[in-house]
């Protein structure tokens, strides 16, 4: 009888109870995943892998056609002095050389520059406090929508706008006379074109991005304002532990939004200007597309396309280069809530 037991419990300790003390053995324990496919990962991710070409394979063949493609060809054309028709000389670098010597191009992209920095700092300081006024403020839906609408006006009503307003006998002087402003400055003198679109600028773009920003805010759960209250923190605190970390991936895509449009600003500035009668805006208020436009398309001179290319692959590069920028200096962990 005891012989019997003993027999029993050592087939019981046999291959199976070995396996079960030695993890490494092949025993019944170790079973493989059923979300695992031998060595390919899980089929989750196979799944994914087979989507990526017929999802991803078409956007990639348009953008590549559409934008890589003449994007190479702008810089094949850089390299050459051409007028748009006939043989095309290659020069080399020249065409970058004559244009920095350009005094012309040199303000232009100077003007471009102010835009991009000096106009985009004024449209984020206002956004941001138009923000954190609306944030509780009653009826902002319907104030969000004010504010929005002026972005969605074409230039050309804000060109013939300021034309009314700031002409001599405009708006704006008739509300000084009063004052005892008998003599105002010149509003829409060449020199002072560009202050002018700097201004209107703002004026335009403000509502856009307050508007980006407060969807932003708005995600933002309510019971984190509540502790904020139950803490004691100030206004200050509150923007700075909550509400700009909490926003900070969505300013950093407003700042790559403006860095974007604002190399590329040329309608308001050829309405604005345009319209002095010498057919082109005067110069003092030439952005760096407007350099681009006149030498190649203004019809002023024979079409010089190597040097408005090079302008054109300058811009792209500036992009290129602030984003990146831009990403690498915005870059924070992600916070979910």
Same mark, same amino acid.
């Given at each position: 009888?005891?012989?019997? $037991?003993? @027999?029993?419990? !050592?087939?019981?300790?046999?291959? @199976?109870?070995?396996?079960?003390?030695?993890?490494?053995?092949?025993?019944?324990?170790?079973?493989?995943? +059923? *979300?695992?496919?031998?060595?390919?990962?899980?089929?989750?991710?196979?799944?994914?892998?087979?989507?990526?070409?017929?999802?991803?394979?078409? =956007?990639?063949? $348009? #953008?590549?056609? $559409?934008?890589?493609? +003449?994007?190479?060809?702008?810089?094949?054309?850089? $390299?050459?002095?051409?007028?748009?028709?006939?043989?095309?000389?290659?020069?080399?670098?020249?065409?970058?050389? *004559?244009?920095?010597?350009?005094?012309?191009?040199?303000?232009?992209?100077?003007?471009?520059?102010?835009?991009?920095?000096?106009?985009? !700092? =004024?449209?984020?300081?206002?956004?941001?406090?138009?923000?954190?006024?609306?944030?509780?403020?009653?009826?902002?839906?319907?104030?969000?929508?004010?504010?929005?609408?002026?972005?969605?006006?074409?230039?050309?009503? /804000?060109?013939?706008?300021?034309?009314?307003?700031?002409?001599?006998?405009?708006?704006?002087?008739?509300?000084?006379?009063?004052?005892?402003?008998?003599?105002?400055?010149?509003?829409?003198?060449?020199?002072?074109? /560009?202050?002018?679109?700097?201004?209107?600028?703002?004026?335009?773009?403000?509502?856009?991005?307050?508007?980006?920003?407060? %969807?932003?805010?708005?995600?933002?759960?309510?019971?984190?304002?509540?502790?904020?209250?139950?803490?004691? =923190?100030?206004?200050?605190?509150?923007?700075?532990?909550?509400?700009? +970390?909490?926003?900070?991936?969505?300013?950093?895509?407003?700042?790559?939004?403006?860095?974007?449009?604002?190399?590329?600003?040329? @309608?308001?500035?050829?309405? /604005?200007?345009?319209?002095?009668? =010498?057919?082109?805006?005067?110069?003092?208020?030439?952005?760096?597309?407007?350099?681009?436009?006149?030498?190649? /398309?203004?019809?002023?001179?024979? +079409?010089? #396309?190597?040097?408005?290319?090079?302008? %054109?692959?300058?811009?792209?590069?500036?992009?290129?280069?602030?984003?990146?920028?831009?990403?690498?200096?915005?870059?924070?962990?992600?916070?979910?809530?």
């Amino acid at each position: 009888m005891t012989m019997s $037991l003993k @027999e029993t419990r !050592a087939g019981e300790a046999g291959p @199976e109870g070995q396996a079960s003390r030695n993890p490494g053995s092949p025993g019944k324990s170790q079973r493989s995943s +059923p *979300r695992s496919t031998g060595g390919g990962g899980s089929s989750i991710d196979v799944q994914r892998k087979k989507l990526l070409v017929p999802f991803v394979g078409p =956007a990639f063949v $348009l #953008y590549t056609v $559409l934008f890589i493609v +003449p994007a190479l060809g702008a810089v094949w054309i850089s $390299l050459h002095k051409w007028a748009g028709s006939g043989p095309m000389k290659f020069v080399g670098l020249d065409n970058y050389g *004559r244009i920095f010597r350009d005094p012309l191009f040199l303000s232009s992209f100077g003007n471009t520059l102010l835009l991009l920095f000096v106009v985009g !700092a =004024a449209i984020f300081i206002l956004a941001f406090a138009l923000t954190l006024v609306l944030r509780d403020m009653a009826g902002k839906k319907i104030a969000r929508n004010v504010i929005f609408f002026p972005h969605l006006i074409n230039a050309l009503v /804000f060109g013939v706008l300021a034309g009314f307003i700031f002409n001599p006998g405009g708006m704006v002087n008739s509300l000084l006379a009063p004052l005892g402003v008998t003599d105002p400055p010149k509003w829409l003198a060449q020199d002072n074109i /560009f202050p002018l679109i700097m201004v209107t600028l703002v004026c335009t773009t403000t509502g856009y991005f307050t508007t980006i920003l407060m %969807a932003g805010v708005d995600r933002i759960p309510p019971y984190y304002y509540e502790d904020c209250a139950l803490a004691g =923190a100030t206004a200050f605190q509150r923007l700075r532990y909550v509400i700009l +970390p909490l926003t900070w991936d969505v300013f950093g895509t407003c700042a790559v939004l403006w860095t974007i449009s604002s190399v590329k600003i040329f @309608e308001i500035v050829w309405v /604005f200007g345009g319209s002095s009668g =010498a057919g082109v805006p005067p110069t003092q208020s030439w952005t760096a597309a407007v350099y681009t436009y006149v030498n190649a /398309f203004s019809g002023q001179s024979t +079409p010089a #396309y190597g040097a408005a290319t090079a302008s %054109a692959v300058l811009s792209l590069a500036l992009i290129s280069v602030l984003v990146v920028l831009l990403r690498r200096a915005m870059r924070r962990d992600a916070v979910e809530f």
